[in-house]
């Protein structure tokens, strides 16, 4: 009989560039194998442990849905944290700012690490046993990160007693071939001296040639504790890298690039086998005794804690003391419905709120909205726009918080395409800001909750085709020159299967040995995790410390931190995040209105500008609604600079769509993407658009579906009428259908929207409607997978499109001086911006220092302003430089380049930039003329005395 086992030593591919398999590889060769446990314990890490638990989880369903509960339990998954405890030497100095536990702050009844212990340092693996000792491994691992710079740590043997000696967790010392028995047997006294019944000290054999003293010197180590009446078990383990040895090519391969030299130059640093990969149960029987594997069982046995156990608890401070969460979020909504609807709230949207404060009751996320809420409310009081966007825009209650804008009485809400009873996952708000002010946003959250208490989600940064190329083939030693030919002939997200074809295109013989290794490797590591970046924009804010919920890591951007789950993590466990996204063309927008509200004395002559109260700064609201000019730019293709419809492609539609109404702007942004193209939805819709401007549309065959498609001609173009689709002819209920919608966005990279085919198809033609007719739908669905728009999203967007394109028709002074303001972003550069203004009339006024702000500027012109462009069109100028020159010419006019020169202080690289700029034509002439006189003002220049005159020679 095979003896049980669990795998107590294990790192996967977060464990980044040194583990080799996936964790969800990983839990399912555990269980094929027959293990009890696999506990995944990545290098000061738990970012794999979520993918882990979500194989464990689609194994349990599998096997509840097959009806065979398997004679053995199912395996079960630990969690817990390789740690290479570093050696710290006393007088050492911790860095500033981080929190450490230096050997004066041990707890007096722990023993203090002896000096074999602090100058060797150890390896250890800490498994958590419950719930509170895995927050105190989040805690040890954020410390341990928070001392060294993004990708590293440092561990000191003292920080294992600083939480409350990890008096939940099991801690496992690895024995180290390369530490002295002297070393080896400090480090396993102090461990059983400071951990109890709670250390183990771990043997790991590899069927290497010194696998019989290794042996031999663990068992004199415990010998020798018991005789000093203490207590030690030995455990076997296995230093897992990967699930199957075949793997061991690609463990190799990650160990060059880690060491960033060729596999030919790693020498000893590559593994001396592949027997770091799971082995069965009798080939571990035949390497360890039966009581060192019996002591796995038995410490898996203690550790009970799942990452189900997780309840994220939001921050209580937003709900005033005598007040529960719903009855706040009721009283806000209702007072924002009141400024919405002074009328009175129609009686659909009442209804509709009612709706959805039952399902946001029952899943108790009304402290994430009013957290939203919250921080939307700061954006407002210092005037920084923002528009919540995605699937929040299905909300009547983001819409009263003022947390979207999209109006409910003009839209079809499907609020499950935002909130489900049958999704058990959060919901999503993704909220813009201004670009330029979004910080102002970030500091408010850091201010208001504490750096420990909120973090940045991460991002988890794949292996991409063209990468995997570079990286293998630098690892292999492969000529420079056909690395860099093969990877440039990569693009976007190419498969690695199109790269035998490049490698032909090259000229090269694609069944060369070393050609086809190098192929296999790119395919394998495609989709590898390569290191944790930094979300743009998802905080995640905590009631008490986020660190004991996941570890937090600084990230690579300065004062920023973020925590070690992804986006996809947070919605696997139900943990909520804010996302805080930048958006430029708020900015452009925010921008334009403050030139408008500056020249508003001059719009008295143009009545569609005229406003109830001109005293008032022009706000997004005061924009006129269903304005013909605009619709007429906008089919006429004159829409360069304006969000969203400004591309090639989105100019060569809109000609053929003709916008008349803003509905048509919702269509126009949604239409040109992959998902519609793909479906076969472009021209059937415009066909069926031109029939009605002849007033020849027939009616719908199927009336039942107007509900879904009446507003876009019968042709599906959003994923929400998709969802209702299916829920009206298919029989779906709406939270099957959100789950639709799901596998529908990720069908290219999970395969899983076949599942789906026979329940659409059949239940349309069970309620009567044609095979034909539901296989075009089907078809129709499948081309969503490339990427299809939800409406509440297009929605959003084409607020802002219909905004920013009246501000081009209208006020296209403001217009471009704000584009220029806000740059980079967009399609087009500033010269073509510039080109495109002068076009149409726009009068454009060259940078000159005697006139110039940093900014772009409207000046006086005939009636209308002409835009002066501002000294940040300087290339390579620096902001100070030309602030500096700004306060210079308040105090008087320049007379000439050299006191130009002399009183901003400027060198003679300065000088140059100014010149091509054509920027001294003022003080110098002709741009040719500004370089000559610059050249003969340098010996000048070398004249004046740096120090006190503050010019650089």
Same mark, same amino acid.
């Given at each position: ?325 719903? *009855? =706040?979020?009721? $009283? #806000?909504? @209702?007072?924002?419905?009141?400024? !919405?609807?002074? /009328?009175? &709230? ?104 504490? *750096? =420990?208490?909120? $973090? #940045?989600? @991460?991002?988890?940064?794949?292996? !991409?085709?063209? /990468?995997? &190329? ?111 996204? @930048? ?371």
């Amino acid at each position: 009989m095979l003896p049980s086992y669990a795998e107590l030593h294990c790192r996967s591919n977060f464990s980044f560039l040194t583990g080799a398999s996936h964790p969800e590889e990983l839990l399912a060769r555990a269980a094929e194998l027959g293990y009890e446990a696999l506990a995944i314990t990545d290098e000061c890490s738990v970012a794999g442990v979520v993918r882990a638990h979500e194989e464990l989880k689609r194994q349990r369903e599998k096997t509840a849905s097959s009806g065979t509960a398997a004679d053995a339990p199912p395996i079960r998954l630990l969690l817990g944290s390789h740690l290479e405890v570093s050696p710290f030497r006393l007088g050492q100095e911790p860095p500033p700012g981080s929190e450490t536990a230096g050997p004066q702050d041990l707890p007096s009844h722990l023993p203090a690490p002896p000096p074999a212990v602090l100058e060797h340092g150890l390896r250890v693996v800490v498994l958590a046993h419950n719930r509170t000792g895995w927050g105190d491994l989040c805690e040890l691992i954020t410390q341990s990160r928070a001392r060294c710079a993004k990708g590293h740590y440092c561990t000191w043997p003292q920080d294992l007693l600083a939480h409350q000696a990890l008096a939940h967790c099991t801690v496992l010392l690895i024995a180290r071939r390369e530490d002295s028995p002297a070393t080896l047997l400090a480090q396993a006294r102090w461990c059983a001296q400071a951990f109890g019944d709670r250390a183990a000290l771990a043997i790991e054999r590899l069927l290497w040639a010194d696998d019989s003293l290794l042996m031999e010197r663990v068992q004199a180590v415990v010998s020798q504790l018991e005789s000093e009446g203490l207590r030690l078990p030995i455990a076997a383990a296995g230093d897992v890298l990967m699930h199957r040895r075949s793997r061991k090519p690609v463990q190799d391969t990650l160990t060059a690039i880690r060491l960033r030299r060729p596999l030919s130059a790693c020498g000893t640093a590559l593994a001396r086998n592949a027997e770091q990969h799971l082995r069965s149960r009798l080939q571990l029987a035949q390497l360890y005794r039966p009581q060192w594997l019996q002591a796995t069982v038995d410490i898996a046995r203690r550790c009970t804690f799942s990452l189900n156990e997780l309840r994220y608890e939001y921050p209580a401070e937003l709900v005033p003391e005598g007040r529960t969460p719903i *009855e =706040h979020l009721r $009283a #806000l909504t @209702a007072e924002g419905a009141r400024q !919405r609807h002074p /009328g009175g &709230v129609p009686p659909g949207v009442q209804a509709q709120l009612e709706r959805e404060f039952e399902l946001i009751q029952a899943l108790r996320y009304e402290p994430f909205f009013l957290t939203v809420h919250d921080v939307v409310r700061f954006a407002r009081s210092r005037g920084i726009l923002c528009q919540g966007r995605g699937s929040a825009a299905n909300s009547a209650v983001c819409w009263c918080l003022g947390i979207t804008e999209v109006d409910p009485t003009q839209t079809t809400l499907l609020f499950e395409r935002f909130i489900s009873r049958e999704r058990a996952e959060p919901p999503d708000i993704d909220v813009d800001f201004e670009h330029e002010r979004r910080e102002e946003v970030i500091q408010y959250i850091y201010a208001k909750y504490g *750096e =420990h208490r909120c $973090a #940045l989600a @991460a991002a988890v940064t794949a292996y !991409r085709t063209r /990468g995997a &190329v570079r990286d293998v083939g630098f690892a292999l030693g492969l000529d420079a020159s056909i690395i860099d030919k093969l990877a440039r002939s990569v693009h976007g997200f190419d498969n690695p299967d199109r790269l035998l074809r490049s490698l032909s295109e090259l000229g090269l013989d694609a069944q060369a040995p070393q050609l086809q290794r190098w192929l296999q490797l790119v395919g394998a590591l495609h989709r590898f995790p390569r290191h944790l970046s930094q979300h743009t924009g998802g905080f995640v804010m905590a009631a008490g410390r986020l660190s004991s919920l996941v570890p937090i890591e600084p990230a690579s951007m300065q004062e920023r931190r973020v925590i070690q789950w992804d986006k996809d993590d947070l919605e696997s466990l139900g943990l909520l995040k804010v996302d805080v996204l @930048a958006l430029g063309m708020l900015t452009v927008i925010r921008k334009t209105l403050e030139f408008m509200t500056h020249w508003h004395g001059w719009l008295e002559s143009a009545p569609r500008h005229r406003r109830a109260d001109e005293s008032q700064p022009w706000r997004v609201q005061d924009i006129p609604r269903e304005d013909p000019a605009t619709f007429a730019m906008a089919t006429r293709a004159d829409t360069v600079g304006v969000f969203q419809i400004e591309s090639r492609a989105q100019q060569s539609m809109l000609p053929r769509l003709k916008p008349r109404t803003f509905y048509d702007f919702v269509v126009q942004v949604a239409i040109v993407r992959p998902g519609p193209i793909q479906g076969g939805m472009v021209h059937p819709y415009l066909e069926r658009r031109a029939l009605r401007e002849r007033d020849e549309l027939p009616p719908s065959p199927y009336p039942a579906l107007d509900a879904a498609l009446g507003r876009t001609l019968g042709v599906p173009i959003f994923q929400e009428q998709v969802m209702q689709i299916c829920v009206i002819a298919a029989g779906f209920t709406p939270g099957e259908a959100d789950g639709l919608r799901r596998s529908m966005a990720a069908w290219r990279k999970k395969g899983q929207l076949h599942v789906f085919h026979d329940r659409i198809v059949q239940g349309m033609v069970h309620r009567g409607y044609p095979l034909d007719f539901a296989q075009g739908i089907f078809r129709q669905i499948e081309g969503f997978g490339e990427y299809g728009f939800p409406e509440s999203h297009a929605y959003s967007f084409a607020l802002l499109s219909y905004v920013s394109a009246w501000m081009k028709c209208h006020e296209p002074e403001a217009f471009l001086a704000a584009l220029l303001n806000a740059q980079p972003m967009g399609f087009y550069a500033p010269s073509q911006l510039v080109q495109d203004a002068r076009r149409h009339g726009v009068q454009v006024r060259p940078v000159d220092v005697q006139h110039s702000d940093w900014d772009c500027t409207l000046e006086p012109h005939a009636g209308r302003p002409a835009v002066r462009l501002g000294l940040c069109m300087v290339s390579g100028l620096s902001p100070s430089l030309a602030q500096g020159l700004v306060q210079a010419r308040l105090r008087a006019p320049f007379a000439d380049v050299q006191d130009l020169a002399f009183r901003a202080g400027l060198s003679t690289a300065d000088l140059q930039r100014l010149a091509r700029a054509d920027a001294l034509q003022g003080l110098a002439g002709h741009r040719r003329q500004q370089l000559w006189q610059d050249a003969h003002e340098k010996t000048l220049l070398h004249l004046f005395q740096t120090g006190k005159l503050g010019v650089k020679a």
